[in-house]
């Protein structure tokens, strides 16, 4: 890999500032052996370099800073120059052959491990990693786009421009223009990340504290069926699980009727969302040998870090019968923090649930 590519075995969680915390995080899981799906950062440096050809930096400067943060069209125009200038530009070759290099490279090795001759049909996700994200701006540097069951080099370099692009919503460029110059070109720097897609029959989230009460004997599960889409943007109700680390120990189960799932598009590119079969509906989507394959693993992000996780799986289901958990991001647990603070303030909590709790994470820390 070279300045525009970096596969996450190279990474850790000191590569923060050239690769997002998203990135670096799944570096610094596949540094612990945990179960992550391979794939590689395109670096903050990639839309650095782009920004500084043909003067688009200042232009995009100039946009941010000119916009009129009350008034919802002159929001609406700088989106749209912004994203224009994003989109339409040409992409400098050093940085396109780099992309393509990394994605032949990645789905190659998995097309030849499978014994497969398509490899461009290999299906990745491509996720936006802010350098911040985990920061107090996070939900508004850039709205932490996801893109599922991509396919082919095209689209891989297409839906990373639209994850650059998405550092200029409209909420985004309000929130910038208030900030000094130097603060706001600090909150738009951005890296993507492109992993291999797991093939999920059910996905969800695992909080390793519980976010109703704060201890951390306890591990909660929200899960569904499908891809984890539906779960952390909160279009499903999802099963809930609670277990007790000591044993472990399930303790409680909320088995929710789950009338939805995502799943990838039958045509071979993107997911769609569908109805699930009634057989499954009331139908708990874990198994308690797999409750407990996910708390042994959450215990062990935790472990890793040294605090409490909030983490989004995916659960592959192979013909053998046998369960393979996918970690596809872990960051720091901070509902319990907000709901005590809330509490030290006297402030009433606005959600209930843990349901609402992983809708909020994924408003700030999507996919």
């Known amino acids: 890999m070279g300045k525009y590519t970096k596969r996450f075995e190279e990474l850790s969680s000191t590569d923060r500032e050239t690769v997002g915390g998203k990135c670096a995080s799944l570096g610094e899981m596949v540094q612990a052996q945990l179960p992550v799906p391979a794939g590689f950062a395109v670096t903050v440096d990639a839309y650095e370099d782009f920004r500084?050809?043909?003067?688009?930096?200042?232009k995009l400067r100039d946009i941010v800073t000119g916009v009129d943060p009350e008034n919802s069209a002159s929001l609406q125009l700088a989106h749209d120059q912004a994203v224009a200038l994003?989109?339409?530009?040409?992409?400098?070759?050093?940085?396109?052959?780099?992309?393509?290099?990394?994605?032949?490279?990645?789905?190659n090795e998995v097309a030849a491990r499978?014994?497969?001759?398509?490899?461009?049909?290999?299906?990745?996700?491509?996720?936006?990693?802010?350098v911040d994200e985990d920061g107090d701006a996070a939900s508004f540097a850039g709205q932490q786009e996801t893109y599922l069951w991509v396919t082919g080099v095209d689209d891989v370099i297409a839906k990373v421009r639209e994850c650059w692009a998405s550092l200029y919503t409209?909420?985004?460029?309000?929130?910038?223009?208030?900030?000094?110059?130097?603060?706001?070109?600090?909150?738009?720097?951005?890296?993507?990340?492109v992993q291999l897609m797991a093939d999920a029959d059910v996905?969800?989230?695992?909080?390793?504290?519980?976010?109703?009460?704060g201890d951390r004997s306890v591990v909660a599960i929200n899960a569904s069926w499908g891809l984890g889409q539906a779960v952390v943007s909160g279009e499903v109700t999802p099963d809930e699980f609670w277990l007790s680390k000591v044993g472990p120990k399930i303790?409680?189960?909320?088995?929710?009727?789950?009338?939805?799932?995502?799943?990838?598009?039958?045509?071979?590119?993107?997911?769609v969302f569908q109805e699930v079969d009634e057989a499954r509906r009331e139908e708990p989507c874990l198994s308690d040998e797999e409750l407990f394959q996910?708390?042994?693993?959450?215990?062990?992000?935790?472990?890793?870090?040294?605090f409490p996780q909030d983490i989004e799986w995916?659960?592959?289901?192979?013909?053998?019968?046998?369960?393979?958990?996918?970690?596809?991001?872990?960051?720091?647990?901070?509902?319990?923090?907000?709901?005590?603070?809330?509490?030290?303030?006297?402030?009433?909590?606005?959600?209930?649930?843990?349901?609402?709790?992983?809708?909020?994470a994924a408003k700030g820390a999507q996919g």
């Open 52 to 58: 500084d050809t043909q003067g688009r930096r200042q």
């Open 86 to 107: 994003i989109l339409e530009a040409e992409l400098p070759a050093t940085i396109q052959d780099e992309i393509t290099e990394a994605y032949l490279q990645l789905t």
């Open 114 to 130: 499978r014994g497969e001759d398509k490899s461009d049909r290999i299906a990745v996700a491509v996720r936006s990693s802010s």
């Open 170 to 193: 409209p909420q985004a460029v309000a929130y910038r223009s208030r900030m000094p110059e130097t603060e706001g070109m600090e909150a738009s720097k951005i890296s993507v990340a």
């Open 203 to 213: 996905a969800g989230v695992t909080f390793t504290v519980s976010p109703r009460t």
């Open 251 to 271: 303790t409680e189960r909320r088995i929710a009727r789950k009338d939805h799932e995502y799943v990838p598009n039958p045509e071979g590119t993107g997911i």
């Open 294 to 306: 996910l708390c042994e693993i959450g215990v062990r992000v935790e472990k890793h870090y040294g």
């Open 314 to 360: 995916a659960m592959e289901r192979h013909a053998d019968g046998t369960s393979h958990v996918m970690l596809l991001q872990a960051r720091p647990e901070t509902h319990w923090k907000k709901r005590r603070a809330d509490k030290d303030k006297k402030t009433p909590a606005t959600t209930t649930g843990l349901l609402n709790l992983v809708s909020q």
